[in-house]
């Protein structure tokens, strides 16, 4: 990346830092509760909400888009929407001055897992596919992926309600909002480039979906398996990724899935892997 590139995604990632700051002031009563309650209709009647993760995702998005469109105004960029749901990314911000200047950014949510104290669920970090491995591909992404000087993640951490404490099916009248439990909670925001969050393995099953780590502590200081390598070694692990056949200890042909085996392959240390936030963890486990 050329010089005046990296201090202009250096400047554009400070002010997005400073910027989230503000956010869980913004979506949270005095007591950490969320202030989206429900839905309402025209009589007045409000609809409580599910505790479906995408639902949420998408009504936490919407509910902080006032405050990105104020963001991108205040800093003079525009924003340019996905044109398509399975699109990345979420929204482009590409300069008022210079349309060569773009930034991706992602909205990420997850919960805090009861079972494991200071995990998450984790998230998806895109696509490691067509438009990851061909830079200057238009497929499922909104600008070809070479032209953004910056990919990060605008990423929510929350607790969800107990499940006794929410009932889905309530309807009450306006006046009873306040007296409606939050499906969710305690809200924690951060800002970090999309490889600084990265894990070495898949984030959902069989499909092409770059995972991350999901120790907490370790997110928010943007701490993740690739800390000590950088970008570079992110791009080339993830565009490599199940495609190099090396033979394992049994002397059987296997794919590289792990940093490790390919730091090993690449001639590289493999201490190099930030074994700290290596541990991965689901909530099915």
């Known amino acids: ?13 400070q002010k997005l830092q400073h910027f989230v700051k503000e956010l869980k002031e913004y979506i949270s009563t005095d007591d950490d509760q969320w202030k989206i309650k429900g839905f309402i209709d025209i009589f007045k009647n409000i609809y409580t909400i ?27 960029y525009k924003i340019v929407l996905a044109d398509h749901q399975n ?11 210079d349309d060569a200047i773009k930034f991706a950014l992602d ?10 104290p200071g995990f998450c669920n984790g998230f ?10 061909n830079r200057s591909s ?31 099916i309530r309807i009450c009248d306006i006046k009873s909002l306040t007296a409606i439990t ?23 099953g069989n499909t092409a979906n770059i995972g991350s780590i999901n120790k907490i502590e370790d997110i928010i200081i943007c701490g993740g398996m690739f800390k000590n390598l950088g970008e570079k070694w992110f791009d080339d692990y993830w ?36 074994q700290r936030a290596s541990k991965k963890i689901k909530e099915n486990e």
């Open 1 to 13: 990346m050329k010089k005046e590139h990296l201090s202009l995604k250096n400047e554009f990632k």
């Open 107 to 116: 909205f990420k949510t997850t919960y805090r897992l009861t079972k494991y």
């Open 124 to 133: 998806t970090l895109g696509s490691h596919g067509e438009y990851f491995i």
């Open 138 to 168: 238009t497929k499922n992404i909104q600008f070809p992926y070479k032209d953004y000087l910056g990919h990060f993640c605008l990423g929510i951490i929350y607790t969800r309600t107990a499940s006794e404490d929410i009932d889905e």
């Open 239 to 274: 565009m490599n990724y199940g495609k190099i056949i090396i033979k394992g200890t049994d002397g059987k042909e296997q794919k590289i899935k792990s940093l490790k085996d390919y730091l090993i392959y690449r001639g590289k240390d493999p201490k190099l892997v930030n």
């Open 87 to 97: 699109y990345y990314p979420d929204i482009s911000f590409v300069s008022n001055s």
């Open 50 to 76: 599910s505790g479906d993760t995408k639902i949420l995702s998408k009504l936490l998005e919407i509910h902080l888009f006032p405050k990105i469109a104020k963001f991108a105004d205040e800093n003079s």
């Open 182 to 204: 939050s499906v969710i909670k305690d809200f924690q925001f951060f800002i970090c480039e999309k490889w600084e969050i990265a894990s070495d393995q898949r984030g959902s």
